[in-house]
């Protein structure tokens, strides 16, 4: 008898269709579509993601079987992320892992995209020596839609204790990357231009608020009125500093949210500290999170570029373990939009 646990894993909640085969917890492929028509809009355009969902999910489910030698017989269960995310782009991945579990009578797993990012860390390829964090450790969980301090006690058992009042870090990135007429998603530009740029050239507002909670929304209003005055007495303004203004924005936004970690860190006594989503890959962020692990003042754990932005292997090694607890999901259970950990 076969005794092999393989999970097939599918992520369809914002603008990348993904899909994952993890088998006894060692990952074997993770295959991503993503979507450049949003690239025109300076942001995700819903109905536009929905459609190329349905375009891309039968050919890359199938890529990602076959990249693991995998045929549909030997799948043990689908995990698909439930919610949260865009109502039209789940829909499209939660009824084909639906349908495929039915056809193939296989249990469907229910994986919450957020626990997907912050269980990245445990994602293993075959052979590879990999450091996993010890429970409880700290996530911080920064990406286009949030920004968030989590305590992970177990894989299933997780509470955020500081999150963003308004903006998520990503989603400042992205609107000071727009209001300086770069391109969409901007935290990837920015990073780019600001390795060229001086940190400490031009100074921003930094919020005051109580406790472990994020706010960005006074830093983007305070780039957008510095650049307003800016270009009053010269239009140039932005293209001649373009590289200090990502590099003192970068900075800014780095270090809000390196200080409420540290906070965080202090108060809770936790020194195994986490970084995920997609603006866990920006490079200054990533060098303040090495400082501190090369201090001695934490053991850090930093996800690899691949695991940053949204893919199904996350989705995959939470469905492992699920699976290994036989925790379930009824058929009928609907996507959600939105939902906490
Ligand atoms: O986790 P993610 O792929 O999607 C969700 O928000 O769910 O994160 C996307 C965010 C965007 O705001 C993007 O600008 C930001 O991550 N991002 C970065 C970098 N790469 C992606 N931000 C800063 N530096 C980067 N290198």
């Not at 097939?8 to 909640?13: G, H, M, T, V, Y």
């Not at 375009?55 to 199938?62: A, M, R, S, T």
């Not at 109502?87 to 994986?111: Q, R, T």
């Not at 406790?211 to 929304?217: A, G, H, K």
């Given at each position: 008898?076969?005794?092999?646990?393989?999970?097939?894993?599918?992520?369809?909640?914002?603008?990348?269709?993904?899909?994952?085969?993890?088998?006894?917890?060692?990952?074997?492929?993770?295959?991503?579509?993503g979507q450049e028509a949003h690239q025109l809009y300076g942001g995700v355009v819903p109905e536009l993601a929905s459609r190329a969902h349905q375009?891309?999910?039968?050919?890359?489910?199938?890529t990602a079987l076959k990249k693991a030698g995998i045929t549909q017989e030997d799948i043990s269960a689908i995990a698909v992320?439930?919610?949260?995310?865009?109502?039209?782009?789940?829909?499209?991945?939660?009824?084909?892992?639906?349908?495929?579990?039915?056809?193939?009578?296989?249990?469907?797993?229910?994986?919450?995209?957020?626990?997907?990012?912050?269980?990245a860390h445990f994602l293993k390829t075959e052979g590879e020596e990999l450091e996993t964090p010890p429970y409880p450790y700290l996530c911080l969980m920064v990406s286009g839609g949030n920004s968030q301090i989590v305590r992970v006690d177990a894989y299933n058992k997780m509470g955020i204790i500081g999150q963003t009042i308004d903006d998520a870090a990503g989603e400042a990135m992205d609107k000071c990357s727009k209001v300086m007429g770069f391109g969409y998603p901007g935290?990837?530009?920015?990073?780019?231009?600001?390795?060229?740029?001086?940190?400490?050239?031009?100074?921003?507002?930094?919020?005051?608020?109580?406790?472990?909670?994020?706010?960005?929304?006074?830093?983007?209003?305070?780039?957008?009125?510095?650049?307003?005055?800016?270009?009053?007495?010269?239009?140039?303004?932005?293209?001649?500093?373009?590289e200090d203004l990502a590099a003192s924005l970068e900075k800014t936004i780095v270090d809000i949210l390196m200080k409420k970690l540290e906070k965080a860190a202090k108060d809770t006594g936790i020194k195994h500290v986490a970084l995920a989503g997609g603006v866990s890959a920006n490079t200054a962020l990533r060098t303040a999170f090495q400082a501190k692990g090369e201090s001695g003042q934490w053991k850090i754990y930093i996800p690899k570029f691949g695991y940053t932005t949204d893919n199904a292997a996350m989705i995959a090694i939470v469905g492992y373990f699920k699976f290994l607890d036989k925790d379930f999901c009824p058929i009928d259970k609907p996507a959600y939009s939105r939902t906490t950990l």
């Open positions: 008898m076969n005794n092999d646990i393989v999970i097939l894993a599918i992520e369809s909640s914002c603008d990348d269709t993904s899909a994952a085969v993890i088998k006894n917890g060692i990952l074997l492929s993770n295959v991503t579509a375009q891309h999910i039968l050919p890359v489910v199938d992320t439930l919610g949260p995310g865009l109502m039209g782009s789940l829909l499209v991945g939660v009824s084909f892992a639906k349908g495929l579990a039915i056809a193939l009578g296989v249990p469907l797993i229910e994986v919450n995209h957020l626990q997907g990012h912050i269980l935290g990837p530009i920015i990073d780019k231009l600001a390795r060229q740029g001086n940190p400490t050239a031009f100074q921003f507002a930094k919020p005051n608020i109580p406790n472990y909670d994020y706010s960005f929304s006074g830093l983007k209003t305070s780039f957008l009125y510095f650049l307003r005055d800016q270009l009053k007495d010269n239009p140039n303004f932005i293209e001649e500093n373009k």
